[in-house]
């Protein structure tokens, strides 16, 4: 199926536009979210209830117009309650794989940090690869295929803390925060309707992003910005092993891996193309770092006794990494 050329910036405007029917505000989180999709990514939202966390990518999910399903994760989940399972037929004396709810384009797993680690893990092959195994045999999910988690990142209670094996599978680790009064007095009068509830329509569709991750992929990245992500990626490393003699504190018990030099090159591209460009900049590399290397770094009990988070920490990265100075084709 072939489609109309569409540029960057129209692409994400019909799509913020649609999803502006049912969420206010939040404009970066959506182009976050948008970027994840060019670059084949997941996304894990963290933030407080009721930030309209599920709202948000239910709606990405109408617009985008793609098959969408969500999962409550519960300390009782099952592995098969997520990929499925096999179902003995007597008519025909034979085991048939029943796929599960990841089977879809658009998968919401919602407080993520409720399932025990053999529920979570058994995400991880799905994330990486695309598939998954249900009673030996390998089933291929739908393309295209995201995860979206949600967690909550105050209550611990009954929660299993991600290991960094699957964290480090996210693209992204985007904290939503609580919306500004003139959005919060909009959402009253939007959603203050108990008999009418906004409807969206689908703008967009899986074959058409499929086919626009080949205009992002046209995007090009010099050899000095190449350089740059590199540096970015393992000065956080370098936190993490500091050269003997070192007079500055240890913060980090382990730096990114080089899936975040992958994560940044893939969304820096996305993000230059969703903003009109045809080339990367470090500028774009520097706004998206925090969202690809927070979740991606371990922090020390040093800098948790002195109160450092994972954000101060890139944010001194930024900073102190020389930004080439022929970051232009």
């Given amino acids: 199926m072939s489609f109309t050329p569409v540029t960057g910036p129209v692409w994400a405007q019909k799509l913020r536009d649609e999803i502006g029917q049912a969420v206010i ?12 999709l060019l670059a084949n990514g997941h996304v894990l939202l963290e933030g407080m209830p009721g930030l309209a966390k599920t709202l948000l990518v239910r709606s990405l999910g109408s617009a985008l117009g793609v098959q969408f399903e969500r999962i409550q994760f519960t300390p009782d989940l099952l592995p098969s309650d997520v990929v499925g399972t096999m179902i003995y037929s007597p008519k025909d004396g034979a085991f048939s794989p029943h796929h599960g709810p990841i089977f879809a384009n658009l998968l919401l797993a919602d407080e993520i940090n409720r399932a025990p680690a053999k529920v979570q893990s058994a995400l991880l092959e799905a994330m990486q690869e695309r598939q998954v195994t249900i009673g030996g045999q390998t089933h291929l999910l739908p393309k295209p295929f995201f995860v979206m988690a949600t967690q909550n990142p105050i209550e611990q209670e009954g929660t299993y803390p991600l290991p960094e094996a699957q964290t480090d599978r996210f693209l992204f680790k985007l904290i939503v925060d609580y919306p500004a009064p003139a959005e919060e007095a909009a959402m ?9 509830q906004p409807e969206l329509k689908p703008v967009s569709n899986g074959e058409e992003l499929l086919a626009l991750r080949r205009a992002v992929d046209q ?4 050899p000095a910005v ?5 540096a970015l990626v393992r000065a956080t490393r370098e936190r993490a092993t500091p050269a003997a003699g070192a007079t500055r504190a240890r913060h980090l018990s382990y730096g990114a891996s080089p899936r975040a030099s992958l994560a940044l090159y893939q969304a820096g591209r996305a993000l230059a193309w969703l903003r009109g460009q045809d080339y990367l900049t470090p500028a774009l590399l ?3 770092a925090p969202d690809v290397l927070r979740h991606r770094v371990g922090l020390t009990y040093e ?8 954000d101060k920490i890139v944010a001194e990265v930024i900073q102190t990494t020389p930004v080439p100075a022929h970051a232009r084709p």
């Fill in 25 to 36: 505000g939040q404009h970066e989180v959506v182009e976050r979210l948008l970027v994840a």
């Fill in 219 to 222: 995007i090009h990245v010099s």
């Fill in 286 to 288: 520097q706004e998206l």
């Fill in 226 to 230: 190449q350089g740059y992500i590199l």
């Fill in 303 to 310: 800098a948790e006794a002195e109160e450092i988070t994972a």
């Fill in 188 to 196: 009253l009068e939007r959603w203050g309707q108990v008999t009418r």
